[in-house]
Nanobody
Framework: VTLVESGGGSVQPGGSLTLSCAAS????????MGWFRQSPGKEREFVSS????????HYAESVVGRFTISRGDARNTVTLQMRSLKPEDTAVYYC???????????????????WGQGIQVTVST
């Protein structure tokens, strides 16, 4: 089982980036997928998640209106479109897959048991 993130990099404040995650090694059709991030000295935090069929999208309050999550038709990919990026969005972003039961679980790491290695996103001048 492998989750591989791509699309990270450096961008100026106000810019955009799109992160992608490709999962392999099993069927993902019944799994939710999501994104978390971690900055130096901080705990890993929830960013966004989406249900197995592309519904039940959740967003952290800090990214509402700026980030959009979507699921690929093959159900083994998830994309995070990030706009109006801010310096505080700088972090390592992790793709995750799991079977969360509640809305709370969708927004917490306990709802996910498969994780990618992470990819750096840096927002600075």
């Amino acid at each position: 089982v492998t989750l591989v993130e791509s699309g990270g990099g450096s961008v100026q404040p106000g810019g955009s980036l799109t992160l992608s995650c490709a999962a392999s090694g099993r069927s993902w059709s019944s799994y939710a997928m999501g994104w978390f991030r971690q900055s130096p000295g901080k705990e890993r935090e929830f960013v966004s998640s989406v249900g197995w069929n592309g519904d039940r999208a959740h967003y952290a309050e800090s990214v509402v209106g700026r980030f959009t999550i979507s699921r690929g038709d093959a159900r083994n990919t998830v994309t995070l479109q990030m706009r109006s990026l801010k310096p505080e969005d700088t972090a390592v972003y992790y793709c995750a897959a799991g079977r969360p039961w509640t809305d709370s679980d969708y927004q917490h790491s306990r709802g996910y048991n498969y994780w990618g290695q992470g990819i750096q996103v840096t927002v600075s001048t």
